[in-house]
């Protein structure tokens, strides 16, 4: 077996194992000893007493109660057990990962998150020993740490049994065999998480991880005081007083310790797919959350297509569970809950309902079952308790075992009505290990449920209605004929349903079991085939491509470019970093040059989804959105980047676009005027049906490649460890240079926090109609202008290229040229530490004219310069300023003519506060510092982060 068949099975084993976990669950929840409860009972206890209704009992005798309830079908564990297996193993929401062929880090996931939850109820089963309790901790902490190596949702899965831990306290059972299960888990389960290079100290530090943190430590010291009061046995009041002075001490150091670390930065905020699940869907302030689809939230038809009937069963389980609780069936309320909460706002996670859903459902389907085969079976019978109607049957009467309870359902009963009391005497009940009489099964059944109906008649207020009813039901002939009657109807009922479901599910299999990049569809004329292109594609890249080649594409195709193509790729479908995802996506919707500047850093061939539908250029605008996010200057003043987009329903692209990297190489001799140069791409492969294309990138930077590729340039987390991120190459240093590290709307570590940004980018999600007609005013705005500059070189090279007087004043433009560049350091210098200092400016105002440029400027009022230079916002003139700036010597002709007709542009100031001498010297374009300075631009003001100009040289040193 290859390992490609291993890794095509995994989904299909490792769907197994989580099906026969998902089973062990519903069996463990509705064993008779995990299901003795009402809610009312715990409401009572909590009331009179603030503690459990019942101590654990002994393993000895529940193995009696155990062996009894089996008997007399009174416990449906086994029922509930087999048919949420059944639902387990073909629930459309499994099958979803657990397909065949169809690997993803869920598939594994669902395995270890299964086993970690088994392991946490079943060390909550009443009646544990000590070594048992401790053994299953363990267990599950252990089966946590295989979570967190296995999926990002180990998050879930620490909340949820943290959550559950907290409820327990509020529901009053709170005991040691719970501390020690919980300690143990999270204890064992966060040190070898932390051991994880991904997670770190975050388990320690991040938000949304912290909670389950803090109840540890309340773990802690109410144990603490649980062992105080034993000690000296304090009344429940003086218990309370304890409880509360230790709370508060407890509150007041851990209020200190934040105080003390928090400024620091220690703590990590929520990160945004967790402030997507409270927040609507596109809401969540991060472009690049918001732009995947499976983060929208579920629909009804969402609901019904992956879980089907189990959407009217599971309720009905969830509703049984209620009224048949304990400690470890208390958790399938709170998984319930919190996993239908989530799924509702990101339709990604109803695969989480895969498991508890088909327990649910195997809950409800299991106890109706029992009930109507029951009903059916004890022909002599109509009473649910199995009391005996008729005379008792002395063929094969064996020695009865006694009437009176065992001392566990004796301590029950005591606790729950007389507490303080010793247990009443009576007669044992013997471990018989056979029953075979009518006259056995009434007696064990009704000592059984004669003790169950005592502890908790007192408790539940709707008792005198039940014993009325069950009177009727069970002592009179039409009573029993209906409850025959229903249980006929359940069974057929049950039949239908499950028919129907299976059958659905069968169906669903088999379009889950397609290949997602093998579709079929239909040709205009309506013949099918099969679009393989995407296969054929990869195909292509790994028989037709170096070994070591690195193919540049969107991240959502990394894995499969990783997988099939065995290839580098340039994101492999891991979003942490956004930084990085950024970048691919400034390089695909910029301008088609910059793009490729970046690219030939970065990739060897440029691989494009094409052909329609839901391919790049459809998805465009979320790349553009992502690009603005770290690159401001991408999409300047519009933080959606509406400017990028389609200007109607043909198709028509938006200058933006137009000019883009993705529409040139998308659109390559397929759109009329749309030809990308040899120079820059050649293309190597069309698929098919067009919708891949391969373009390799010309002239790569080979210098880049070499030093990406050299181990010495990779950061290991520690010496020989795989984990080693690499860094980009140098060359790349001018263009990241312009981005800055995206701040999370939650990051409240970051000094320079981006509120702006985020107020903005809300704003225009608010009414995106009017924040996508500014955008193109702007774009068409800003298109002209750059017209208009170009016009402007045009005409300065033709006066250029003129004869007799131009050819002087082209000589006196490069002899003054030459003479800004030879004394640039005469009046700015560049100090060893990488700060900057000006000089004193020499008189240099014979200028001649070129081209009619004028020799002198005339210094601009000092209160324009006022108003000019305290307006911070971007206009036309920022964004050429900035243009003619970065293009240096290209630039510096036209910006000096431009600056001497108008010198009060030289102080304009963008949104953020930077203006020409900022650009200047980020840019290192010195002659233009110069310039600037000798306008009177001052060098010591801070942008609105605290940078000055110098200060922006010395950063990028």
């Known amino acids: 077996m290859s390992i490609n068949d291993i890794c095509c099975m995994i989904p299909a084993w490792f769907g197994g194992i989580a099906t026969f976990l998902t089973g062990l669950i519903a069996y463990e929840c509705s064993m008779p000893q995990n299901s003795v409860l009402t809610p009312f009972d715990l409401f009572a206890d909590f009331v009179k007493h603030g503690k459990p209704s019942y101590p654990n009992p002994s393993p000895q005798n529940w193995t009696n109660l155990l062996h009894t309830s089996f ?169 309370w007083k304890l409880r509360i002075m230790v709370g508060i001490a407890g509150l007041v150091a851990v209020m200190f310790y934040v105080s003390f670390v928090a400024p620091s930065g220690y703590f990590g905020p929520l990160s945004s797919r967790v402030r997507g699940l409270f927040v609507r869907h596109t809401k969540t302030g991060n472009p690049l959350v918001d732009s995947v689809a499976e983060h929208q939230p579920a629909s009804n038809k969402a609901y019904f297509q992956y879980l089907h009937h189990i959407c009217l069963l599971a309720p009905v389980g969830y509703l049984l569970t209620m009224f048949h609780l304990s400690d470890a069936s208390s958790f399938l309320l709170a998984w319930g809950g919190v996993t239908y909460f989530f799924s509702s706002k990101m339709v990604r996670l109803i695969l989480l309902l895969a498991p508890i859903g088909s327990i649910l459902g195997g809950i409800a389907a299991g106890r109706m079952l029992r009930w109507s085969i029951r009903q059916l079976w004890d022909a002599s019978t109509g009473d649910d308790n199995g009391t005996e109607n008729k005379k008792p049957n002395k063929k094969k009467s064996k020695k009865i075992p006694n009437k009176e309870p065992n001392n566990d359902i004796t301590n029950a009963k005591t606790s729950n009505g007389a ?64 409850k025959r009657s229903l249980a006929v109807l359940l069974l057929l009922a049950g039949y239908m ?39 054929e594609a990869y195909w292509w890249v790994r028989d037709n491509t170096p070994a070591d080649a690195r193919i540049l594409a969107w991240w959502d195709y990394g894995y499969q470019i990783t997988g099939i193509a065995n290839r580098t790729t340039i994101a492999d479908g891991n979003t942490w970093n956004h930084e990085h995802i950024a970048l691919l996506g400034k390089v695909l919707t910029t301008d088609l040059q910059e793009g490729y500047e970046i690219a030939r850093h970065l990739g060897d061939y440029a691989l494009v989804w094409s052909g329609g539908g839901g391919d790049d250029l459809a998805k465009s605008p979320h790349l553009a959105r992502i690009a603005n996010s770290v690159y401001r200057d991408h999409c300047p003043d519009d933080p959606t980047c509406r400017a990028f987009g389609f200007l109607d329903r043909s198709g028509t692209p938006s200058p933006m676009m137009k000019r883009s990297f993705l529409y040139n190489l998308h659109g390559h001799n397929l759109r009329d005027g749309v030809k990308v140069s040899e120079d820059m791409f050649k293309e190597v492969f069309k698929s098919k049906y067009g919708k891949v294309r391969i373009f390799k990138i010309m002239n790569i930077d080979e210098e880049s490649k070499r030093w990406v590729a050299d181990p010495d340039n990779r950061v290991c987390d520690v010496p020989g460890s795989w984990f080693c991120p690499g860094q980009y190459p140098p060359g790349l240093r001018p263009f990241l240079m312009k981005g800055r590290d995206f701040a999370q709307l939650e990051d409240f570590n970051k000094k320079e926090n981006d509120k702006q940004y985020q107020k903005e980018y809300f704003e225009a999600l608010k009414d995106p109609v009017e924040a996508r007609q500014n955008a193109m005013r702007r774009d068409v705005a800003a298109e002209r202008l750059s017209r208009e500059v170009d016009e402007r070189k045009q005409r300065m090279n033709k006066i250029k290229q003129q004869g007799g007087d131009g050819n002087r004043r082209k000589s006196n433009m490069e002899d003054r040229r030459n003479s800004d560049d030879g004394d640039a350091s005469s009046n700015v210098v560049i100090n060893p530490d990488g700060s900057v200092s000006a000089l004193p400016e020499e008189e240099d105002d014979n200028d001649d004219e070129v081209g009619g440029s004028p020799t002198t400027w005339t210094p601009p009022d000092p209160e324009a310069i006022e108003a000019v230079y305290g307006d911070w916002r971007d206009t036309e003139q920022t964004t050429a300023l900035w243009t003619l700036i970065q293009e240096g010597r290209q630039g510096y002709n036209d910006l000096k003519e431009w600056l001497y007709r108008e010198p009060i542009l030289a102080f304009v100031r963008s949104k953020d506060g930077r203006g020409p001498m900022w650009w200047a010297y980020e840019a290192r374009q010195l002659d233009i510092v110069k310039l600037l300075t000798k306008l009177g631009v001052p060098q010591t003001d801070a942008d609105q982060y605290g940078n000055t100009p110098a200060s922006l040289l010395q950063k990028h040193n």
């Open 419 to 482: 507490a303080g009391k010793g247990p009443k005497r009576g007669r044992k009940v013997k471990n018989k290990t056979t029953v075979e009489t009518e006259e056995e099964y009434a007696i064990l059944e009704s000592v059984v449920n004669e003790n169950d109906s005592s502890s908790s008649s007192s408790n539940n207020p709707f008792e005198p209605i039940n014993q009325a009813v069950s009177k009727i039901m069970n002592q009179t002939t039409e009573g029993i004929m209906l």
């Open 71 to 239: 008997i007399s079908f009174s416990s449906p564990a086994l029922e509930c057990s087999l048919i949420a297996m059944g639902i387990m193993s073909v629930i459309p929401a499994h099958l979803m990962r657990s397909i065949g062929g169809g690997y993803d880090n869920e598939s594994v996931a669902m395995t270890a998150m299964t086993l970690t939850f088994y392991c946490w109820v079943r060390s909550l089963r009443s009646g544990n020993s000590l070594t048992t309790v401790v053994a299953y901790g363990i267990a599950s902490g252990f089966a946590y740490f295989y979570m967190v190596a296995a999926w990002g949702g180990y998050i879930f899965v620490l909340n949820m049994v943290g959550l559950h831990a907290a409820l327990l306290v509020a529901m009053g059972r709170f005991s040691t065999n719970v501390y020690i299960a919980y300690s143990l888990f999270y204890a064992i389960g966060t040190f070898l998480a932390i051991h994880i290079p991904v997670v770190g100290w975050a388990p320690l530090k991040s938000l949304e991880q912290l909670a389950p943190c803090a109840l540890f430590l309340g773990y802690q010291a109410l144990q603490a005081t649980e062992i105080f009061r034993k000690r000296k046995k304090l009344s429940r009041a003086d218990t």
């Open 497 to 535: 349903f499950s028919y129907t479901f299976k059958d659905y599910s069968w169906r669903l299999s088999i379009e889950l079991s397609h290949p997602s990049i093998i579709v079929p569809a239909r040709t205009r004329t309506g013949q099918k085939i099969k679009v393989d292109d995407y296969r």
